[in-house]
Nanobody, 121 residues
């Protein structure tokens, strides 16, 4: 099983920065893609950014140029550096990984518990 622990959420003023972290632990063969989604009140969950095990990144248009996703494969940890934050970035941010529990199994989605990011003056 894979267990995800997120940290780094909080409150910040517009224009500020936050860094989210998500560490995967447990018993598994491999972590493949890692990423961050978010869900604002009254809205559907959306992809913010993801990164492959090889380092290829993908971003939502709304965060391009402001957010940077990275990962440390040795630590099974993914990060999201969020700069120039806007009130519309306010949401619960969820870590997501695709993990192979055993080498012969397909990867499965695992979600973190979510961390709240509030951008307000």
């Amino acid at each position: 099983q894979v267990h995800l622990v997120e940290s780094g959420g909080g409150s910040v003023q517009p224009g500020g920065s936050l860094r989210l972290s998500c560490a995967a632990s447990g018993s598994f063969f491999r972590i493949n893609d890692m990423g961050w989604h978010r869900q604002a009140p009254g809205k559907q969950r959306e992809l913010v950014a993801d990164i492959t095990s090889g380092g290829t990144t993908n971003y939502a248009d709304s965060v391009k140029g402001r957010f940077t996703i990275s990962r440390d494969n040795a630590k099974n940890t993914v990060y999201l550096q969020m700069n120039s934050l806007k009130p519309e970035d306010t949401a619960v941010y969820y870590c997501n990984v695709k993990s192979q529990i055993r080498w012969y199994e397909l990867a499965v989605d695992v979600w973190g518990q979510g961390t709240l990011v509030t951008v307000s003056s």
